[in-house]
């Protein structure tokens, strides 16, 4: 990937929603929760708490989708990142 964030943002894989519970039935693709959880790809210079590689929880309305190769990345200010697991 070659999109670099700038100062305080973070670049983010978004992952795919379950598709199936874990019980083990299978979700129908209109019942699937947009997820609020990502992979971060990359940090800008100015990102103190969150580094490379960390799963995120994200503001899901404050964020920049972006489409690059067909995968889906988010732009996400470091505020706007509610927790890391």
Known sequence: ?????????????????AE?????LLLPSDSKEKPAFAIV???G??????????RIIYKEYSTTPVKIDGEEYLIV?????????
């Open 1 to 17: 990937m070659s999109l670099k964030p700038l100062k305080d943002r973070i670049v983010a894989k978004v992952e795919k929603p």
């Open 20 to 24: 199936k519970t874990s019980s083990g």
């Open 41 to 43: 790809e990359s940090v």
């Open 45 to 54: 210079a100015e990102v103190k708490e969150i580094k490379k590689g960390d």
């Open 77 to 85: 200010e470091e505020k706007d990142v509610l927790a890391t697991l």
